[in-house]
């Protein structure tokens, strides 16, 4: 049976409907895959920059940590060594102060007379020499010129040998030291230094320990105190 006209074109938009429809929904599948895409790979970037963003800053804290840990260790150390420094001052005040009253001994003849002898003896038993050269102050050569006989009497009683002490008649110690006396023998090639400076060196050397531990308290972190 022949369809009409009519019939054709009713058919044509029933199927052209169809296809529109099918491309219609088409259309819409593709968007919608697309936007779900979409939304993954943005998704994606936004976890992406946020996680460089937590590093970026998670690295900026720990500078700033390390920098603050610098910053109080540097601010510590300088001021352990301002408190050291102090201490070191204060310690050398008092033994600016026991330099300044050796300066005196000499004021006293009779009881630097007996120390003279005491030096001599001390520097004698170290060089253990026959000739020894004495060197003092100028203002002490008489002094020492007096009480030589009895360092070589207490030196001879105790070594049971003799020595031979000539005073240097061309250098002095210098006239604005504390006193005391140096022994060169051997054509001065061996030297005992025994002025009251030398002595206090020696003597502070042995007690600025003991001196921080009586000024400052025993500081807990040391094992040692020489």
């Known amino acids: 049976m022949a369809?009409?006209?009519a019939d054709v074109q009713k058919?044509?938009?029933h199927m052209m409907a169809f296809i529109e429809q099918e491309a219609n929904e088409k259309a819409e599948e593709i968007d919608a895959k697309a936007e779900e895409e979409f939304n993954i790979e943005k998704g994606r970037l936004v976890q992406q920059q946020r996680l460089k963003i937590m590093e970026y800053y998670e690295k900026k804290e720990k500078q700033v940590e390390l920098q603050k840990k610098i910053q109080s260790s540097f601010m510590l150390n300088q001021a352990r060594l301002k408190v050291l420094r102090v201490r070191e001052e204060h310690v050398r005040s008092v033994l600016d102060g026991a330099r300044a009253k050796l300066a005196n001994a000499a004021s006293q003849p009779e009881q630097y007379?007996?120390?003279?002898?005491?030096?001599i003896v001390q520097a004698l038993f170290?060089?253990?020499e026959t000739n020894v050269l004495i060197r003092t102050r100028a203002q002490d050569v008489s002094l020492v010129s007096g009480i030589l006989g009895r360092a070589k009497d207490q030196y001879k009683g105790l070594m049971h040998r003799d020595v031979n002490i000539t005073?240097?008649?061309?250098?002095?110690l210098p006239a604005d030291s504390c006193g005391g006396v140096e022994l060169l023998a051997a054509k001065g090639r061996i030297k005992i230094s025994?002025?009251?400076?030398?002595?206090?060196?020696?003597v502070a050397e042995q007690l600025v320990p003991e001196v921080r531990s009586a000024?400052?308290?025993r500081n807990p972190n040391r094992k040692f105190t020489d």
Do not use: A, C, H
């Open 167 to 172: 005073i240097d008649p061309e250098q002095n």
């Open 3 to 5: 369809l009409s006209d």
């Open 113 to 119: 007379s007996d120390l003279l002898v005491v030096l």
């Open 11 to 13: 058919q044509i938009k």
């Open 215 to 217: 000024l400052f308290g």
């Open 126 to 128: 170290q060089l253990m």
């Open 194 to 202: 025994n002025t009251l400076e030398s002595r206090l060196e020696m």
